[in-house]
DNA sequence: AAGAGTGGTTACCAAAAGTAAACTAGTTGA
DNA sequence: TCAACTAGTTTACTTTTGGTAACCACTCTT
């Protein structure tokens, strides 16, 4: 996870990078917002995936865009790549502890989602 | 508001169409999840804002970037554009009902970039 | 009359994002 | 030996997004 920059006690304001965002709501946006990341993660809360299985999953998105996804994700230590030692290997997909403090809102965008009609 | 169709019903399945996406979790992204919809969002939950001043509240956001977010959540139901009698005329985004019940997870993703410091 | 503020619109351009399809390389079962 | 599955990578292409800057009509202040 970057360094988050302390905006009120600098004047550095590269808007292109998340962490000098102003709002926390903004900021939080970009790191959870992007396309298929709340899904992922989702997908991920009741234990580990792997890739082929992930990417069936998210029926409509590319292994390419998955696996982006999925690299991003592992940097924002929102989960973690294991390889498994079976033969044929195998790669799974873990949810972190901190991928997990996330899903408590990603639960009411799901509710609000669905209460909703959306 | 786009119609929801029942993706349990039929097969229609056009992915471009975030209505046709299968988990709520990203139909309620496509919604509230692009760059700086949330933020117009918690600005406005404390009463209706004005165009410039809502653009300099989001520093770094384009003029024309800001309009085209209001355009698309007036469509979405999420605010309303009232135009004010006065003179010089003004205009004022005020958050829907809709628009509220969204607030109650753009807290918790709130709270969530403040506790991680993201 | 000039300058600033209102709320935008327009044109042009660059960069980012996304797509399908082919390809890799190793393993396994028929 | 051949097809199929593992987890990707690469290529080539199209689409979308975003940014700057100029412009517009109107009004108010100086």
Redesign the interface.
């Known amino acids: 996870?970057k360094n988050?920059i302390d905006i009120q006690q600098n004047e550095i304001?590269d808007?292109s990078d998340p962490?000098t965002?102003?709002?926390?709501?903004?900021?939080?946006?970009r790191?959870?917002?992007?396309?298929?990341k709340?899904?992922i993660l989702?997908y991920l809360k009741d234990g580990p995936i792997r890739f082929n299985e992930l990417t069936r999953k998210?029926?409509?998105a590319s292994k390419k865009m998955v696996n982006q996804r999925l690299k991003e994700m592992e940097e924002m230590d929102l989960l973690e790549r294991k390889v498994l030692s079976t033969k044929p290997f195998a790669v799974a997909y873990e949810i972190t502890d901190?991928g997990k403090?996330?899903l408590?809102?990603?639960e009411?965008?799901?509710d609000?989602?669905?209460?909703?009609?959306?």
């Open positions: 996870m988050k304001t808007f962490c965002l102003p709002c926390p709501i903004e900021r939080g946006m790191i959870i917002g992007g396309k298929w709340g899904s989702w998210l029926r409509g901190f403090s996330a408590v809102f990603l009411q965008l799901k609000w989602s669905l209460e909703n009609n959306i």
